[in-house]
């Protein structure tokens, strides 16, 4: 299939790869290909410039984010929260119209400093507000409670552990299940929550997941939920 992936971060890069592994076109949008580019320095986590990750992966196309969502049958957002609204605008909602929108980022908030707080919270979500702002779009929110090697590889984390999912169509969270199951997750352990209005709660593991980081020293880590029945 035709995906485009929206953000050119660590998730970004790392779903951009796994799907190209998995035979599909990929193209990765940005709002300013010659800028993102031109970059020489490495990210905050230590990435590469990504220019010099992108020659490493030929198979794959940097455009801007609307040829990607032109290009895409499915649309992964895994830009920075905070910014998703205007890069998916940018992208076009004519572009997103009818398509699977699988959206996993987080709307982390660093203007306060660290530990950063979540903008939306409690009454809304960032999930919410995507389906709001593009109706004509399926939006599913998942793989959002996970590091970006975890999504893509759910055995780096041994023994049974849980990803989430939640939007209000019922046929793109079945081709959302059949996209974690070619990732690797057994079915038995992608948890429908039903409703797009789920990933308030799915965003708000993420204090918890930042905390657990600092504890544990990696984030090579996921949850699990076990069940009397």
Not at 45 to 59: I, Q, R
Not at 101 to 130: C, K, M, W, Y
Not at 139 to 160: E, F, H, I, W
Request: net charge negative; charged share 20%; with cysteine.
């Amino acid at each position: 299939m035709r995906y485009a992936v929206i953000g050119t971060g660590t998730v970004g890069r790392t779903l951009a790869a796994r799907l190209a592994d998995l035979g599909h076109e990929v193209r990765i949008g940005t709002r300013d290909v010659e800028r993102t580019l031109a970059g020489t320095e490495p990210d905050g986590y230590g990435n590469p410039p990504f220019a010099h990750w992108l020659v490493d992966h030929p198979e794959l196309r940097l455009t801007t984010f609307a040829a990607a969502a032109e290009f895409a049958e499915v649309v992964v957002n895994a830009s920075m929260g905070t910014a998703s609204l205007a890069a998916l605008t940018a992208a076009g909602a004519e572009n997103l119209a009818g398509k699977l929108l699988i959206d996993v980022a987080n709307p982390l908030d660093f203007s306060r400093g660290l530990p950063p707080t979540l903008d939306p919270v409690n009454t809304d979500s960032l999930g919410e507000q995507i389906q709001r702002a593009f109706p004509a779009a399926r939006v599913v929110k998942t793989l959002n409670t996970m590091n970006a090697g975890v999504m893509v590889d759910p055995q780096r984390v041994p023994g049974p552990h849980d990803v989430f999912l939640c939007g209000e169509d019922e046929i793109a969270k079945k081709e959302t299940v059949g996209l974690l199951t070619a990732f690797g997750w057994p079915p038995d352990r992608v948890i429908d929550l039903g409703g797009i209005g789920s990933a308030r709660g799915l965003e708000q593991v993420l204090p918890l997941w930042l905390s657990l980081w600092g504890t544990l020293g990696h984030w090579d880590f996921n949850f699990h939920v076990r069940s009397a029945r």
